[in-house]
């Protein structure tokens, strides 16, 4: 009788198999995918399909999105490193943590100190976790504390070889060591960009196979300093035609608020690089670092390809917010234009369509829910950003939530498919029509033809919007709409005081 039961059961349990679609029983016997999650600092739309500099030259990345799904229209959480970073790796905004300076770490804080970060939720669902290079900001409290975040550290990465002194004349706001550029004698063996690739590399040329993994890579350049070899640098021509295309009086219709969100900062104005004769060179060092990292990038690719590990990775690569080169009369990051916030993001690998241009708004937040899904993880309740698995299958599936960017409280960047609509903590206005003006020239904010455009993005102003957390410095703003008052870094900005230069 009983074995009677068993046959009858075998039996019974194979046709039901049977009966399960083909699609559901494949995926559940196939090994989970690896994911292979490439970052890439201060890095802005400067990449040679998404079109942002006509010159810009990343064959690896137009190749690697051709063999994918790219985001036209990708946006930081917040235009500045921690920040950004904070957010993507906890599925969570700024304004909801209060994270919006370079300080703090998020461990510090009581509230985030054990919130399950996207590795470790990888690492729960038996990945191997590796990281290398600039992932999270900065240390992670310790080596002690490491293996919390990831199983395997590899290089620290970083900006390598320097020269024996800055190669530009002192800067503005305290000649900061980090704001340098330019062409000095090198191998290109010796910069931390290349040695995060070669570890990479290596590792995925002798993981053990007994797990999936979840290789992170984390790239500096093009991050200041932009140190480069004349190889690099010949990629570009060295006139005029490098110089990106700015309106002399652009600020002349943004809010002086607009200025209070990048008040005093290491980064040069337009006015000092042009001064000093620095902006062509500038422009040609960051244009060349964009390009080496796309070649480190190729090589990380390229053994992807040798190891037959490409079919069953998902790659993923993202650049943590943009980076002005004269636009706008600044450079450097802490704005909420696209200039500040457009950032590529690129997904290839299995189940994703391949050669897409996706132009629906999308927010480095929906990486975290979008690899969960892709890796058949389990998923989360308490992620704030929407997985971008429709759109991997198809790109033209609208999204109907635009892709928001915070810096500090109170001021909010709502980019949809077609506007930019920015409202600063002084409720002052900013308005875009990114069609017709793509470059963000003509605010409109101030035309009632617009009213109910406004009005519509206005709805999606974050409904959380916490102050500065615990610890928070650098790049942080408080202002106090009762009086006025603004502080910046801790310093009283007034309404009439002339705009640091
Ligand atoms: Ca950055
Ligand atoms: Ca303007």
Redesign the pocket.
Same mark, same amino acid.
């Given at each position: 009788m009983k074995s009677f039961q068993s046959v009858f059961s075998f039996v019974f349990g194979l046709s039901i198999l049977s009966l399960l679609p083909v699609s559901l029983f494949s995926q559940d016997s196939r090994a989970k995918p690896n994911v292979l999650f490439i970052a890439i600092d201060d890095q802005n739309d400067w990449i040679g399909h998404l079109g942002g500099h006509p010159l810009a030259k990343t064959p690896h990345l137009d190749r690697l999105a051709e063999r994918g799904t790219t985001f036209l229209n990708a946006h930081c959480q917040a235009p500045l490193c921690n920040p950004s970073r904070t957010s993507l790796m906890l599925g969570l905004r700024p304004t909801t943590t209060g994270i919006y300076g370079l300080a703090p770490w998020f461990r510090t804080l009581d509230e985030w100190k054990d919130r399950v970060a996207l590795p470790q939720h990888f690492k729960s669902h038996g990945y191997r976790t590796l990281t290398t290079g600039k992932v999270y900001h900065g240390g992670v409290g310790g080596p002690q504390k490491q293996a919390e975040e990831f199983d395997v550290w590899g290089k620290a990465g970083g900006i390598g070889v320097k020269p024996e002194k800055k190669l530009i004349g002192p800067t503005p706001m305290g000649n900061n060591p980090l704001m340098d550029w330019g062409v000095f004698p090198h191998r290109d063996e010796d910069k931390g960009d290349f040695q995060v690739a070669s570890w990479a590399v290596e590792q995925l040329k002798s993981l053990p196979k007994d797990k999936p993994f979840f290789l992170a890579a984390g790239f500096f350049l093009p991050h200041v300093p932009c140190y480069v070899t004349q190889k690099w640098v010949d990629l570009y021509p060295d006139d005029d035609s490098v110089l990106p295309i700015i309106?002399e !009086? !652009?600020?002349? !219709?943004?809010p002086k608020f607009s200025w209070y969100i990048h008040w005093e900062l290491p980064e040069p104005r337009l006015k000092w690089v042009r001064e000093n004769s620095q902006w062509r060179n500038l422009v040609r060092s960051y244009l060349a670092s964009t390009s080496f990292v796309d070649a480190q990038i190729g090589r990380i690719l390229a053994a992807l390809n040798e190891t037959g590990l490409a079919e069953n990775t998902i790659v993923v690569v993202w650049g943590d917010h943009g980076w002005h080169l004269g636009e706008?009369s600044i450079t450097g990051k802490n704005t909420l234009w696209d200039d500040g916030t457009r950032v590529p993001l690129i997904f290839a690998g299995p189940g994703i369509t391949k050669n897409q241009r996706c132009s629906q708004p999308a927010e480095l937040l929906d990486i975290y829910p979008t690899l969960i899904e892709l890796c058949g993880l389990t998923p989360r309740k308490d992620l704030e950003g929407i997985t971008l698995q429709p759109q991997l299958q198809n790109a033209y599936i609208k999204r109907e939530r635009p892709a928001i960017t915070s810096h500090n409280r109170g001021n909010h960047g709502i980019r949809s498919e077609n506007w930019r609509y920015i409202r600063y903590a002084d409720d002052s206005e900013e308005l875009y029509d990114m069609q017709q003006d793509p470059r963000?020239?003509?605010?409109l904010a101030n035309n009632p033809k617009y009213a109910s455009v406004i009005a519509e993005h206005r709805l999606w102003l974050p409904k959380v919007d916490v102050s500065p957390a615990k610890g928070s410095a650098n790049r942080v703003l408080t202002y106090d709409k009762s009086t006025d008052e603004a502080i910046w870094e801790g310093k009283k900005i007034r309404r009439s005081d002339a705009i640091p230069q």
């Open positions: 309106k !009086d !652009d600020r002349d !219709d943004t706008k963000e020239w003509n605010n």
